[in-house]
């Protein structure tokens, strides 16, 4: 009896001595959490065989089980940017010209571009991104649970999408619209109209809003058509090539891109209408209700385009800032009066994004101009050439 | 451990030894000449020729339609050429490309070492089959020159020259002098064949056999030669000009990291035949198997990965909690294996097991913060505690355990320590390792853990206990009801939102995680096919030789029900990692998403898809084939379908 009595009592001695380690345990953490930065994310623990471990350091909030939307709202998403030291940017990752992966791995494109100009606007340095390739399907709930500070990767604004909880648009970077393409063989011109595809096999990738515009377009020319969708537009555009499509329709930059690298020598190629049957401006996505995180995003692509009209070129931005042709450049480039620093910035942080990524035409010409894509004449032209692309004083 | 025995007792089997030593050579069949075979097998009657004519033309057709388009020069494979390092490590950076090579040479090593350990029961290919064998190849090789459609002309700017009835061909007498070096090679080899064949003058000596592994060798060195001579490996894109072999770092080249991966095999090849003369003993194999186990984490989080430790916080906290619970554990462990403890000492291990449990429930509602691993180990120690009383003892026995619950102590935070340091391996985007690399790791990761859990659930759902086969049944047919496209998408997108708040998992994680619970599953049912083969007499014999239950199923039920299971076993494991294709479906960019969407998507190669599906066809097939050539070989070992 007092054997058993006496293993007992050893027992629990050692299940006392248990619970003291994890109270210490505890307290361990909270301490470390403290000092710790914000902790080497799941991120970089990818593969975690076990989900426990995927955990760096177990969250000390003991309180607040916030919702994860509301907790992205609560912070300043400008200052989380800055004490992290890098931007995490969604991005397509397999978006020709727009964000492309090259052989090496790494992300190169128009929004890829923009992603790198944010960053070097909020840290100094274009390459403290972190990219996240995301799909079609993906991509909004990224913006809304915070996976992804600010996504770049084509996505049109529309009022539905603006409108949906956790989500605001920054200004268009580059203004898209659907269009069609045929062969010229078939009769088909660059001033061809939708009236003109009565009875066309007209083809198309599945499950985007481009089936919709081109059945809604034909509708109201009131033109028969044969709409054939295929899984995505590689497959579309092989059929084409085969004959298979009379006519395929998507987006006009993918169009081109198209017409530039896939165009067989026997045939000839040519996109119609010329005006777009819809329109898609693309351009940054980012959370809702964080406008000091909105106005730096906005204002870094603002002032690629300001830079644009000045002048103000990677090469020369340097000399510019030195003698800055007027006061809004200098404004601009961090001279005097400058007002970067009201919106939480470094006061040369613009200079910085020119220096580093470029004004919106070496942008735009770097990427999209090698597919076939020019500004000249479209709506991506800046605003003194008859285009769109405008920015507000800088002031 | 489980799973290496029948290997041991195949080894000592006479079954074996007999094959081994060759004693018995099955009875020569007399060979009948060509034209005599040809007549009795394909034109034996009227409807038979018939059927070989139109079936051999389908052959042919199908041959010829596969070699225009491989051979098109509308072909783009330059496309996979200068994409290869995407299409097998995605973005691991080039600096530290030689982690990579580090793998395939650990990798390489260990095979060399199993191979030259392994009791060799095949006798590989006779000499007569392998000079037929490349007689035939030859002649193989020079149908496809004549069957190929003549190369298309082209224009100065290296375009495909056209007319109006499409493209301009050179004429067939053209086309066969320009392929002289298709008809060199296909010479080359015949020639080859015919001079074994010669050398080998007289049946009997034609009937030597070359051993498997030596004809691996040779013909491995034959390829890895070549790209010495014709520049096979990595190309660039630079300047708009393709550029073989850019050269920027030895380890991104291909000829020199790939000869001293063949060195590598060769050398460790050499030495485990050197120490199975030497007589190394089951020990040595116990540990080589180890090695295999331990490898994918290894080689995982500490070389791929290159944790960036954190020293302070190393020693403050995570040696301390090491020690700490092996300590705490080691003391329990000795309680309960005191024999004196009796009922008591389930009491505390249940009371443990408790404990561990609401350390996680508590989790859910953030009552106290933890770290995870301290949840876990606490797990560790409660299920040691439960199990603890199969291993009381003498003083020794229990020294012994405690041993044990050191190292596993030591492991366990070694591991957790590394996974929770940040990688300092810089890639552009989050996942460090992509492309093929993310395929093997999912599907090294997956079979390494679905293995023990599968067994589980079949000892489960076999088991007298109610609850336990009540639980497993239920899993194993929920699992096995769901598709796995499903189960992947339910764990990557649902998984979190039931995480305890601030724990979040990757992607990657979670997808491995949904994958093993699967084929975990059909690993199950597998596994329960073999335990139901095992007899009631085998039961009943350990039951009157006084083994406890775990004694029982470790020794006598698993090594005979998983040596007959082995067939579907194999078929399982090579479903899972074709499977991992779909990741891609996941967002996860494996082999088969950088062909299908992203190579396409690159500027110099826009639209260019089919080049890379058919790589990545091959890719896949290569390994799974070579997996079920192992398995064959495994089969033949053990004597599975001989008994």
């Known amino acids: 009896m007092t054997k058993s009595k006496s293993v007992l009592w050893r027992a629990l001695a050692v299940l006392f001595c248990m619970s003291l380690i994890a109270a210490a345990c505890g307290d361990d953490d909270d301490d470390s959490e403290a000092t710790q930065e914000p902790a080497p994310v799941t991120t970089e623990a990818a593969a975690e065989a076990e989900p426990a471990e995927a955990e760096p350091a177990e969250t000390t909030t003991t309180a607040a089980a916030a919702d ?139 499950g985007t809003t481009t089936e919709q515009n081109i059945a809604d377009a034909a509708d109201a020319a009131g033109v028969d058509i044969t709409l054939n969708t295929f899984q995505d537009f590689d497959i579309v555009t092989t059929n084409f090539i085969n004959g298979a499509c009379d006519i395929v329709t998507t987006d006009g930059s993918g169009l081109v891109g198209r017409k530039a690298k896939q165009q067989p020598d026997d045939q000839e190629w040519v996109i119609f209408p010329p005006t777009p049957i819809s329109k898609e401006p693309l351009g940054p996505t980012y959370a809702q209700n964080q406008s000091r995180f909105a106005d730096v995003v906005n204002w870094t692509v603002y002032a690629t385009i300001i830079a644009d009209e ?72 800046g605003w003194l050439d008859g285009g769109l692309i405008y920015a507000p004083p800088a002031r | 451990m489980a799973e290496m025995r029948p290997v041991d007792i195949a080894a000592a089997s006479p079954a074996s030894q007999t094959a081994e030593e060759a004693v018995s050579l099955p009875p020569e069949q007399p060979s009948t000449p060509p034209r005599e075979w040809i007549r009795q097998n394909l034109f034996s009657t009227p409807f038979n020729s018939a059927l070989t004519v139109v079936f051999g033309l389908l052959v042919l057709l199908t041959a010829r339609g596969l070699l225009n388009f491989t051979f098109s020069e509308e072909r783009e494979w330059d496309a996979v050429r200068t994409n290869l390092r995407l299409l097998f490590t995605h973005a691991y950076p080039e600096e530290q490309y030689v982690r990579i090579w580090v793998c395939v040479g650990t990798i390489a090593v260990l095979a060399g070492l199993s191979v030259g350990l392994a009791a060799t029961t095949a006798r590989g290919v006779s000499v007569k089959r392998l000079s037929s064998g490349l007689m035939a190849l030859g002649a193989v090789v020079a149908l496809g020159v004549v069957l190929r459609e003549p190369s298309a002309l082209s224009n100065a700017d290296g375009s495909v020259r056209r007319n109006d009835s499409g493209v301009i061909r050179e004429s067939f007498a053209e086309a066969m002098v320009d392929r002289w070096g298709w008809w060199l090679a296909a010479a080359l080899l015949a020639t080859a064949g015919a001079a074994l064949w010669f050398r080998f003058g007289d049946e009997r000596r034609r009937s030597t056999f070359v051993p498997s592994v030596e004809l691996f060798m040779g ?15 990595h190309y660039a894109f630079t300047d708009g000009e393709f550029i073989a072999e850019p050269g920027r770092t030895v380890a991104m ?28 003993g089951s020990n040595f194999t116990l540990a080589l198997n180890l090695c295999w186990l331990a490898c994918p984490f290894v080689l995982y989080w500490v070389v791929l990965r290159d944790p960036d430790l954190d020293w302070d916080r190393v020693l403050s906290v995570d040696i301390p909690l090491g020690v700490l619970f092996a300590a705490g554990g080691a003391a329990v462990l000795w309680l309960l294996t ?16 408790g ?4 350390n996680w429930v508590a989790a859910f509602w953030g009552w106290y913060p933890m770290l995870q691993k301290v949840r876990l180990s606490f797990l560790l120690v409660a299920l040691a505690a439960l199990l603890a009383h199969n291993f009381a003892g003498d003083r020794s026995k229990r020294l012994r355990l405690l041993t044990v619950w050191a190292v596993v102590m030591a492991v366990f935070h070694y591991m957790a320590t590394l996974m929770n340091s940040p990688s300092s391996v810089e890639t552009p985007t989050e996942a460090f390792v992509g492309g093929f690399g993310v395929t093997l790791v999912v599907a090294a990761f997956t079979l390494l853990l679905s293995f023990p859990l599968g067994v589980m659930l079949a000892l489960a759902r076999t088991s007298k206990l109610p609850i336990f086969r009540v639980m497993s049944t239920s899993f194993i047919e929920v699992i096995r009801g769901v598709p796995l496209i499903t189960v992947l998408i339910f764990f990557t997108i649902i998984l979190n939102l039931f995480l305890p708040d601030g724990m979040e998992i990757s992607v990657l994680a979670s997808a491995v995680l949904g994958y093993t619970l699967f084929s975990a599953a059909y690993l199950a049912e597998n596994v329960r096919g073999g335990l139901q083969s095992i007899r009631r007499g085998q039961f009943e014999a350990s039951d009157a030789v006084g083994l406890t239950a775990l004694q029982r199923t470790i020794f006598i039920v698993l090594p005979q029900s998983l040596r007959v299971s082995i067939p579907p076993l194999v078929g ?72």
């Not at chain 1, 500070?149 to 989500?167: F, K």
């Open chain 1, 310 to 381: 000045k002048g103000i070129t990677q090469a020369n931005a340097n000399e510019m800032a030195a003698n800055p042709p007027d006061a809004e450049a200098e404004r601009l480039l961090g001279g005097e009066g400058e007002l970067q620093t009201a919106m939480g910035l470094a006061p040369d942080a613009f200079w910085q994004v020119i220096g580093q990524v470029g004004n919106y035409d070496e942008i735009y010409s770097r990427h999209l101009n090698p597919v076939g894509l020019s500004r000249e004449g479209s709506a991506n032209a």
């Open chain 2, 338 to 353: 005191d024999q004196r403890i009796g009922e008591l000492g389930r009491i505390i291990a249940a009371l443990l097991l």
């Open chain 1, 68 to 206: 994860v939307i509301e907790d992205t709202q609560d912070g300043d998403l400008l200052q989380t940017v800055i004490d992290r030291g890098r931007l995490n940017c969604g991005v397509s990752g397999s978006a020709v010209a727009f964000s492309e992966t090259d052989p090496e791995g790494g992300l190169k494109g128009f929004d890829v571009d923009y992603c790198r100009a944010v960053a070097a606007a909020i840290l100094g340095d274009a390459d403290a991104v972190e990219f996240t390739s995301l799909t079609a399907a993906e991509r909004f709930t990224a913006v809304q649970t915070g996976a992804v500070d600010v996504l770049i990767r084509n996505t049109t604004w529309t009022q539905g999408r603006d409108s949906e909880v956790g989500m605001d648009f920054g200004p268009t970077t580059y203004y898209d619209g659907q269009q069609l393409m045929a062969r010229s063989s078939q009769g088909f011109s660059s001033s061809s109209q939708i009236r003109d595809i009565d009875g066309a096999v007209v083809c198309t990738n599945s």
């Open chain 2, 253 to 280: 080249s291909t000829k020199l990291p790939w000869t001293v991966m063949w060195l590598l095999l060769a050398v460790a090849l050499a030495a485990g035949r050197r120490l199975r003369q030497a007589g190394a």
């Open chain 2, 219 to 233: 013909v491995t060195a034959i390829v890895v030669l070549s790209a010495w001579v014709y520049p096979w490996g």
């Open chain 2, 572 to 643: 399982q494991a090579i479903a899972t990692f074709k499977e991992t294709s779909l990741l891609a479906v996941i967002g996860l960019f494996d082999v088969l998403r950088m062909a299908n969407n992203v190579i396409p998507a690159q500027t110099e190669f826009l639209g260019v898809k089919r080049e890379g599906l058919l790589f990545v066809c091959g890719v896949y097939w290569i390994f799974a084939y070579s997996m079920s050539k192992r398995s064959q070989r495994l089969e033949k070992q053990l004597g599975v379908g001989e008994r």
């Open chain 2, 355 to 358: 404990l561990a449990a609401f």
